[in-house]
């Protein structure tokens, strides 16, 4: 609410950014960015579902984790390279809307075909119990298409928001982003915990239940946003006679025609090496919280990966079919619904902590707060090993919701830290209080499988990588200057917001891929049990939090705003931490 007062209050300052778009009221706003929700829903369902899917399948524990390389290596890929399409895009329909629309598309088919790989392997010649081979090679083909799908959707929903709506309502977009965030996942992990298939009886599964009822709110949500961002093809429409032409148009009859051969590969490519390339010349404070980030998501990524077959097998002592007997499967099960109703309420005790961030920055600081949450996760993980007594349900859930703790600061402390490091970064140039401000009200952590994690504004990573700049079709000749002048100062430190938010969400990518690697293997040398990776996991966090105290805070992110002379830009940061 405190977000939403700020934003009226910035309405008469005018739109420093998208001529030609109108403000548009919060229901609308709320409508574009519904996709985002549906994105977030799928992400909760495949965190709860897709291992043990897996393993009923006949995947073994081992090779489990190289399955969820799909994640990061999506998040690395997927999001710059559909954001440098949509950039070069021109339909009817507009740049963003034809890629969402697509992707929401793949996401329901593959949420149907991993939640019907068993019965159509079934149909392809599989023995249940013997030869399940093809139903899993299509839950595999299922899985990585719906990861590339969802960050293809999540990384189009920023650049959408700037495109329909003006600059002084990108902080109330990016706070409705924050409440469908946490819609989603817990309408997500709610859905998981429920016995589906004992209220829809002509559903024989819990997995084909859950994932067709995903589908469907998710195409209501992707429908909405298509629906409420018409005003996408009105603001690139009112450019008349200044615009100059695409580099790719979206032809009548399909396909692209490009005014210069392999442009968007050559800047595709920019984009990824200008990411990798970024993170050795960070800032020093950016530079010592990427590491802590990296240490943190190996944790958080071996929960993902391992908690809810974790919970059903060494908890629950269930078995997927068909190696168990029909108790152990049952029991398996019933651990599954229990482990995700505790991601329910970690996503919410999460959600609920975070807005109190930044009181607790001015009372403990962030370095403390920092440290203290990534604290909390470890030792959680390491103590999985005494939770394998069967212990009440009651205590599962606790144990699991404590977890909202360090999940609360994973998403906001060192995104924070990147906000300001930038904020520092575009200082540096003409106009610092403009930049800053701008810098503030755009900025969102980023999700990765979390992710989720929430997805790197692509557009603003690869428009000066290329020489075609989409984006200067949006500016009228008021707006463009000569070489050196404040617009020019103003779109050079746009490209170096992306590529910096850009190279930070390697932090959380890199360790995903470590862990895919690593951990399949310490699973098969402690014999199959679960606990060693999240005790490794915890070990690994453990020493992040203890590297936070070696990281460099922005003095911004401290002390008061009555005792510092620059409490204005304070309250910028705190806003852009609360979303």
């Avoid at 970024?278 to 404070?285: I, L």
């Avoid at 800053?436 to 992710?451: C, D, F, I």
Wanted: aromatic residues 8%.
């Amino acid at each position: 609410l405190h977000l939403c007062v700020c934003v009226r209050e910035r309405a008469s300052m005018g739109d420093a950014g998208g001529v030609g778009v109108k403000p548009l009221s919060v229901w609308r706003i709320l409508g574009v960015t519904a996709a985002f929700a549906g994105c977030q829903m799928a992400w909760a369902v495949q965190i709860g579902f897709t291992t043990p899917e897996l393993r009923k399948l006949g995947m073994s524990k081992t090779w489990v984790g190289y399955a969820w390389l799909a994640g990061p290596i999506s998040g690395m890929v997927a999001q710059p390279v559909v954001g440098v399409w949509s950039d070069h895009c021109h339909s009817c329909l507009g740049r963003r809307r034809p890629f969402i629309l697509s992707c929401g598309l793949f996401i329901i088919l593959a949420l149907i075909l991993f939640s019907n790989a068993a019965s159509l392997g079934r149909l392809l010649g599989d023995i249940t119990g013997q030869d399940t081979s093809r139903g899993l090679t299509l839950a595999i083909v299922a899985f990585w298409i719906l990861d590339f799908s969802i960050n293809g959707v999540q990384g189009l929903m920023r650049a959408l928001l700037a495109d329909t709506t003006p600059m002084h309502q990108h902080a109330l977009g990016n706070s409705l982003f924050s409440l469908h965030n946490g819609i989603g996942k817990g309408l997500g992990y709610l859905l998981g915990s429920l016995d589906l298939p004992a209220t829809l009886p002509f559903f024989p599964t819990q997995i084909q239940a859950l994932y067709s009822i995903s589908a469907i709110l998710i195409a209501v949500a992707v429908t909405c946003t298509l629906l409420c961002s018409q005003t996408e093809v009105a603001s690139l429409s009112v450019i008349g006679n200044r615009a100059r032409p695409p580099a790719f148009s979206c032809c009548a009859g399909g396909g692209y025609q490009s005014s210069s051969s392999g442009g968007h590969c050559c800047s595709c490519c920019s984009v990824l090496c200008s990411s990798f390339r970024a993170v050795k010349d960070m800032p020093v404070a950016m530079t010592r919280a990427f590491w802590v980030q990296f240490m943190s998501y190996f944790g958080w990524f071996c929960t993902f990966v391992y908690f809810t077959d974790w919970v059903g097998e060494s908890v629950y002592n269930g078995r997927p079919s068909p190696q168990g007997s029909q108790q152990e499967q049952d029991l398996y099960e019933e651990g599954i619904r229990v482990a995700n109703l505790g991601l329910c309420l970690m996503a919410i005790s999460s959600s609920v902590l975070v807005l109190f961030h930044p009181w607790l920055f001015r009372r403990v600081g962030p370095k403390l707060l920092w440290s203290i949450s990534l604290a909390v996760l470890g030792v959680s993980l390491i103590l999985s090993i005494f939770m394998q007594s069967a212990p009440s349900k009651g205590v599962v859930l606790l144990y699991i919701a404590l977890q909202g703790i360090p999940l609360a600061a994973t998403f906001s402390i060192p995104w924070s830290i990147v906000t300001v490091c930038i904020a520092e970064e575009d200082a540096k140039g003409p106009e610092p209080e403009m930049e800053l401000q701008s810098l503030a009200e755009s900025a969102l952590p980023s999700q990765s499988a979390v992710t989720a994690v929430e997805g790197i504004h692509a557009a603003d990573s690869d428009d000066e990588e290329s020489d075609d700049d989409p984006e200067e079709w949006l500016h009228p000749p008021t707006m463009t200057s000569a070489p050196g002048t404040v617009s020019d100062a103003r779109r050079d430190s746009s490209s170096k917001r992306g590529i910096l938010s850009a190279a930070f969400n390697m932090s959380q990518c890199w360790p995903e891929i470590l862990v895919s690697l690593l951990c399949g293997p310490i699973v098969s040398l402690f014999g199959g049990n679960l606990t060693s990776a999240l005790v490794t996991g915890g070990i690994v966090t453990l020493v992040g939090a203890a590297m936070v105290f070696y990281c460099k805070i922005p003095t911004i992110l401290q002390g008061t705003p009555s005792t510092r002379p620059d409490g204005a830009r304070l309250q910028l940061v705190e806003e852009s931490s609360s979303t």
